[in-house]
């Protein structure tokens, strides 16, 4: 199972592009990369997922290096809001594909 | 709002109690979990149910028994726990298409056990 390197925490200035990046250097070619991300005291939220290809969707962007072992997240004009721990997960295919390997995540305040 | 509601946010049970989670998801999604945050620890699949029979069982201490009455309910009995039980209880529910592709999570039970 490919397993993810994030830095433990981040601050970004209100208004401001966060870019949040993420190591998965030992990712299988048939795994997918996925964001969540955990607001204090609720469940985490999904945010975007890809395989290779750059992905944007009304919450986020994800650019995934041509290599596939890195990736990084972009919440293009941050707000208070999205002060959370951020997850980069790798999933495994196959018969365990319930599997989701969660780590520490990335602590992104937003700073007004 | 998820469209997974979890009861009750918090919970506090001693020992030799017996109480159930509940979770229900709104969603028309087939597969539901269970997961254990313990502070300072990632995210832990205890169990998974999809089409209603259970598919995972991570090794979870029999004290901890689910329950899939039908693909929206789901519930966690628990009994004779350990204070290090004690841990947010997250159920989520996604959509099998056939590949899991997104879970939607509920706000959690906050559990202590004294």
């Known amino acids: 199972d490919a397993k993810t390197t994030q830095p433990p925490s981040m601050d970004c200035a209100e208004g401001r592009a966060a870019n949040l990046p993420c190591n998965h250097s030992?990712?299988?070619?048939?795994?997918?990369v996925y964001w969540y991300r955990q607001i204090h005291s609720q469940g985490p939220q999904y945010i975007i997922h890809g395989l290779k290809n750059n992905e944007t969707n009304e919450m986020a962007s994800l650019i995934i290096t041509e290599d596939r072992k890195s990736s990084t997240l972009i919440l293009p004009h941050a707000t208070l809001r999205d002060t959370a721990v951020y997850y980069c997960i790798v999933r495994p295919w196959g018969d365990s594909n319930y599997q989701l390997i969660w780590g520490a995540g990335t602590k992104l305040i937003i700073k007004p | 709002e998820t469209g997974v509601t979890q009861t009750p946010r918090h919970l506090v049970m001693g020992m030799t109690n017996k109480k159930s989670l509940k979770c229900e998801q709104h969603?028309?999604?087939?597969?539901m979990y269970w997961y254990k945050q313990s502070a300072k620890k990632p995210l832990e699949l205890m169990f998974v149910y999809s089409l209603e029979e259970r598919v995972e069982n991570n090794s979870v201490p029999s004290r901890f028994s689910p329950e899939c009455p039908n693909s929206s309910h789901l519930f966690l009995h628990l009994h004779t726990l350990q204070p290090e039980d004690s841990a947010l209880y997250l159920c989520?529910?996604?959509?099998?298409?056939?590949?899991?592709?997104?879970?939607?999570f509920g706000s959690g039970t906050q559990l202590s056990v004294l």
């Open positions: 969603l028309g999604h087939n597969a």
């Open positions: 989520a529910s996604s959509q099998e298409s056939p590949l899991v592709e997104k879970l939607f």
């Open positions: 030992t990712i299988s070619g048939n795994e997918y």
